[in-house]
């Protein structure tokens, strides 16, 4: 399963080619070789070990060097030969302590230049840095003029990085979770919905294969965490489930499953939908998301209508890469690699996309870093992405480090700790806003139905209101009516709640401070369709002391033209109204000629003229009678009226 074999899978292609290194080394042949040692004994005993290599008595074969080693501690190739064989054995430190002794013997300008760059490579890899740049320098000047391969690029920045992290640390307090959380032998890759009121994870019961994985959760209540428990029986099976990914609103839960379930790869993409508390069968995401290679490790958006996850199909860059497809009219795209900028000939893994839309967290051994796997965040801006960023030290550190995930305000982190036959959730406050271009928050609330207050299965958008950009798009419980929508820090956004048989209802958000960007509640009622129910269009807007619409109105105009192209037998009045700041007529004519260009709108958008009626009505009707100048924009407005049905 994907999970059991998480940390396995992550070094397997380091190991793969350490094994094969060591391999090389344990084969080379000593026929003509110069020694750097006069013992004639301790030639033998290292001839006699190849001999015992060759027929795999490897124990035989270590004893024999390291009787060698006893005649002549300076023995070079006999420290060189030992490196091999325990890399070849997986017996990395060992292995490590030999190349370290070859180095440390061999004169200088006969250590052989791959040899040389191993060994800086594990001096790094062990966070050693200043010997990591010592034998690098080593290697780099026998290059000798030739150009230096990207590898050797990345490893020389990559150590000159880890060098300044070091000096200056940030200082970070992390906090182990309670045991009602790390309840289990093994827990990993934790994540919440946006209110921060529950966690899901993936848990095992101990290291043996023969346990399973299983997707577990807990419930914050009154500030503390509650048992965690089994999410559901319909996703948990005898076999292994993991590597999860959950919606905003808790209700889309995206999963990893290697068997027991129809795929189309080693490991597949399953989701599954929850209404009310009883979650639905899980189901494959299909063959167009699902390849036949290894798919897994995916990260939704808050809204779950797009989808980032980790694949080593043909066509990326290196063997594990981050790719991403979107949700269009309820069916995903062929999944796009997120190119270069983010993935590298090595492996990139755990990609968390925050709340915002924006930042992506993910895990790389490709990029400049302080050895092993590192947490990097990159932004996205319309289609790029920019350079990632090392989240420095001490968030990273020579050993592998993944699945970071941060909340919706920015302001905590939750990741998992692991080391030999261990792994622990913790968390740790954020305490300099660097990690995010902009914060998120969220609204949430009961959709019910005005007359019978009955919930309501609503859908809910959210738009940018300068750039016309659709941020958010989900839908309420349809068994309780709760919904969440994420807000985001930086802009105007208007807001719309619909649902088949009722009349929208519409609101406006201005977060440009992150000082306003908070979470809230707000009940909608949504009103049955009828005759004489209005609603004002809170995001139509005109240029000042004109008719003429302006481009913040789009999504509102819109979301009209929709509604009316779906209701296609209503009839409707489009009604303007003024503040009392000018004269009567003028007020009056500006209020006509602002409803007819809403009417002109969705004229030329193709609702006939005849279902529509526009009407001005100047400053007759103020919402607001407050003196206050500031409360004359709740006076200037647009609104919809119903007036009937064309059968009536």
């Keep these: ?250 209700r889309t839960l995206i999963f990893t499953s290697c068997e027991g379930r129809r795929s189309y790869g080693s490991c597949d993409l399953y989701y599954v939908i929850r209404e009310g508390d009883e979650w639905g069968k899980p189901k494959n995401l299909g063959k167009t998301v699902n390849s036949s290679s290894w798919d897994s490790q995916p990260s939704l958006s808050a809204d779950g209508k797009t989808l980032y996850f980790v694949s ?67 932004e996205r801006s319309g289609d790029e992405w920019t350079n990632p960023v090392n989240l420095g030290y001490p968030t990273n550190d020579f050993e592998d480090q993944s699945g970071l995930f941060i909340t919706a305000d920015g302001k905590m982190a939750f990741y998992t700790d692991e080391s030999e036959n261990r792994s622990e959730l913790f968390s740790f406050d954020i305490e300099v806003d660097t990690l995010l271009s902009h914060k998120a928050s969220y609204l949430t609330g009961l959709i019910t139905n005005k007359e019978t207050d009955l919930p309501i299965e609503a859908k809910l958008e959210l738009y940018d209101l300068i750039t016309q950009e659709k941020l958010y798009s989900t839908t309420s419980d349809p068994v309780t009516g709760r919904y969440f929508m994420a807000l985001f820090e930086g802009g105007e956004y208007g807001a719309y709640a619909s649902a088949d048989g009722f009349l929208f209802e519409d609101f406006q958000f201005d977060l440009q401070s992150s000082v306003d960007l908070k979470p809230d509640t707000l009940n909608i009622s949504l009103n049955p369709l009828r005759s004489g129910e209005t609603i004002i269009l809170e995001n139509v807007y005109f240029e000042f002391d004109s008719y003429a619409l302006i481009d913040k109105s789009k999504s509102e105009l819109d979301l009209v033209f929709q509604f009316l192209k779906k209701n296609e037998k209503l009839e409707v009045e489009i009604a303007g109204h003024t503040d009392a700041s000018g004269g009567s007529a003028y007020n ?61």
């Design 1 to 250: 399963m994907e999970d059991i074999t998480a940390s396995a899978q992550i070094h397997e292609h380091t190991l793969r080619g350490s094994i094969l290194f060591g391999l090389l080394l344990l084969l080379l042949p000593c026929f003509g070789q110069n020694f750097h040692t006069k013992d004639k004994k301790a030639i033998k005993l290292y001839e006699k070990s190849e001999e015992q290599f060759k027929s795999r008595d490897f124990e035989g074969g270590i004893k024999s060097l390291n009787q060698a080693l006893e005649r002549d501690p300076d023995f070079a190739e006999a420290y060189l030969k030992l490196a091999g064989v325990y890399n070849y054995l997986r017996a990395e430190d060992a292995s490590f302590a030999n190349y370290q002794r070859y180095y440390e013997t061999i004169p200088k300008e006969e250590v052989n230049p791959k040899i040389a760059r191993g060994l800086a490579v594990r001096y790094y890899q062990r966070g050693k840095y200043e010997k990591a740049s010592e034998v690098l320098n080593y290697y780099l000047s026998s290059l000798k003029g030739n150009v230096m391969g990207k590898g050797d690029s990345v490893l020389l920045h990559s150590i000159e990085y880890s060098h300044r992290s070091l000096l200056k640390p940030m200082i970070r307090e992390t906090r182990k979770l309670s045991d009602s959380v790390n309840r289990f032998s093994l827990q990993y890759f934790p994540v919440l919905t946006i209110d921060n009121q529950s966690i899901v994870y993936t848990k095992r019961d101990g290291t043996g294969i023969q346990f399973d994985e299983d997707i577990v959760i807990a419930h914050k209540k009154n500030g503390v965490w509650e048992t965690a428990n089994g999410i559901a029986s319909t996703i948990n099976t005898g076999f292994n489930e993991g590597a999860c990914s959950i919606s905003a609103d808790g």
């Design 312 to 378: 080593n199909r043909p066509g990326g860059h290196g063997k594990r890469d981050i790719w991403v497809t979107q949700q269009k009219e309820g069916v995903w795209t062929k999944p796009t690699n997120l190119g270069p900028r983010i993935n590298t000939a090595q492996d990139e893994s755990t990609p968390f996309i925050h709340f915002n839309g924006e930042s992506l967290f993910f895990s790389s051994k490709g990029h400049v870093g302080l050895g092993g796997f590192d947490l990097y965040v990159s």
């Design 588 to 648: 009056l004519d500006l209020s006509e000629k602002r409803a007819k260009s809403v009417y002109d709108f969705l004229v030329e958008k193709g609702i006939p003229g005849s279902r529509m009626k526009y009407k001005g009505y100047g400053s007759q009707f103020p919402v607001s009678q407050s003196e206050q100048q500031t409360d004359d924009s709740k006076n200037r407005r647009i609104e919809f009226r119903i007036l009937g049905t064309l059968d009536k």
